[in-house]
């Protein structure tokens, strides 16, 4: 079982400051990292590392070639990956001496693709394969209807959230994955409580699975005849950085490969547990060895 990841690809400049820039400040950084980042290639590297076999269908600027080197450094394979001569998707991100950050998107490649082109990126796909998408590129709606009438299973994670996402074919996806925020907004509730979110999605959502990441306190997977909690691991966090998509991609590899609902969220739990004990997005996500170990 294949699973085509249609992902945001970007790159992460950080810059380390002794405080967030004020208006009109000018502000000498003391260090600046470049590092591959971005929502998509995040899961791409944890689909991966969790030896998974994926695809991704993302683009990147023609001067960074360095981000699809790096990418296939992960096992992702990217022969489905373009680069285009818009700039890279990328975030502008300073963090200060109190690890307080803010950051600066910029979509760019990401958002270049157009609709008449996704049937192409398709092709390879075989009825059963998964496709895994998030919300940082361009015809969300479009790719998720298409390779749901191609026969995919859809995996949706509506990361970053926006008031849109509640109006997409979200009928059509076989697995949708919210963090806590995520879920409230979605159901436009004001706070978490079990069986009421239960209830909305199974009311609102009848045919979809849903799991639903709480942070330190684990996941559950929602669906109309089950609800399956599973509690995070009880470690010391370090850096939450790309948790989720360590879990996603984690959970994600272990459906595709038949396994038990239960079995994939505690694989997930316990690959964003380790995750999260280290610094950094792409370079945190363990391998499954480490996991299973
Ligand atoms: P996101 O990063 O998308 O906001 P969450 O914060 O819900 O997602 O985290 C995703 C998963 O990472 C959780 O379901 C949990 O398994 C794990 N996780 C997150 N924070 C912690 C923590 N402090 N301790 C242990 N596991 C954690």
């Known amino acids: 079982m294949t ?3 249609y992902g945001s690809i970007n790159i992460d400049h950080v810059y380390r400051v002794p405080h967030l820039v004020q208006p009109g400040e000018t502000l000498a950084s003391s260090s600046y990292q470049a590092l591959l980042g971005g929502k998509g290639a995040n899961q791409s590297v944890a689909l ?13 600027g023609e001067n960074d070639q360095w981000v699809l080197e790096r990418l296939e450094s992960f096992g992702v394979d990217c022969h489905l990956v373009a680069a285009t001569n818009t700039p890279s998707g990328h975030a502008i991100i ?12 910029y979509a760019g490649a990401n958002h270049t693709f157009q609709p008449q082109e996704l049937p192409h990126l398709l092709t390879e796909a075989q009825k059963g394969d998964w496709l895994l998408l998030q919300n940082e590129c361009s015809c969300t709606a479009e790719m998720m209807s298409l390779a749901a009438q191609h026969g995919l299973k859809v995996a949706f994670n509506p990361a970053p959230m926006t008031e849109a996402v509640a109006q997409l074919p979200l009928e059509s996806l076989s697995l949708l994955v919210v963090n806590e925020v995520e879920v409230l907004q979605l159901l436009q509730l004001e706070h978490f ?27 559950v997977w929602v669906d109309q005849y089950q609800v399956i909690e599973v509690p995070a691991l009880p470690v010391k966090a370090v850096d939450t950085t790309a948790a989720g998509d360590t879990f ?42 480490e996991v299973l170990a």
């Open 3 to 5: 699973i085509f990841n």
């Open 48 to 60: 991966a590392r969790a030896g998974a076999k994926v695809r991704h269908i993302g683009r990147y």
């Open 94 to 105: 300073q963090v200060d001496d109190q690890a307080e950050n803010c950051i600066i998107l």
């Open 193 to 219: 409580d079990l069986s009421q979110v239960t209830e909305r999605l199974t009311t609102h959502y009848p045919a979809l699975a849903v799991i639903v990441t709480l942070g330190a306190k684990g996941a």
């Open 248 to 289: 996603i991609g984690f959970t994600l590899a272990a459906l595709s490969q038949g396994r038990g609902i239960q079995y994939a969220l505690e694989l997930g739990c316990k690959a964003a547990a380790l995750c999260v004990q280290r610094v950094g997005a792409a370079q945190s996500i363990p391998s499954l060895e």
